[in-house]
């Protein structure tokens, strides 16, 4: 069927291999993407515009939206350091594959949730988004340096 077809096409796009790889990938890229909508906000919050000879002095006095927008961007670079490591670990010590792909996955789709919870300033949704996504990394550790003592959510 089309579904199989479709999914054959996306595993020899990328590997399960690589998945993780590719979601540390994509939380990089989120830094920009949340950067530019901290811009986006510091330049509508000020007659003047973005101050770029000043920008962290203009994105520290932002409010509401603004102050949203730029806690997300400031928490994806924060997320990136422990999920790259995480996932480096798992590779390092050979950790299934898929495991470790659908653990990177839920990071990734937890980021997601998260940055976007945290614009709408819903609470609730952004706390929770971040515990999934945090023990989903923690689990990627746990299978790094325990392998056997807890099965993975994936396995």
Known sequence: GINAEYMGAAAALVSVDMIPFA???AVLLLIPVTNTVTVIACAASSKKGYDNANPRAQ???LRG???????????????L???G???TMAHLQ????????GLSLLVLLCRL????SYYMDVALPRSVSWIVGFSAVLQLMQ???LPSSIPALFQ
């Open 23 to 25: 979601c540390v990938t």
């Open 59 to 61: 994105k520290a006095s």
């Open 65 to 79: 939206f603004g102050a949203h927008a730029k806690a997300a961007h400031e928490n994806t670079f924060e997320a």
């Open 81 to 83: 350091c422990y999920f």
């Open 85 to 87: 490591l995480a996932v």
């Open 94 to 101: 050979a950790v299934p594959a898929d495991t470790a792909a």
């Open 113 to 116: 949730i998260f940055i976007v």
């Open 143 to 145: 299978l790094a340096c």
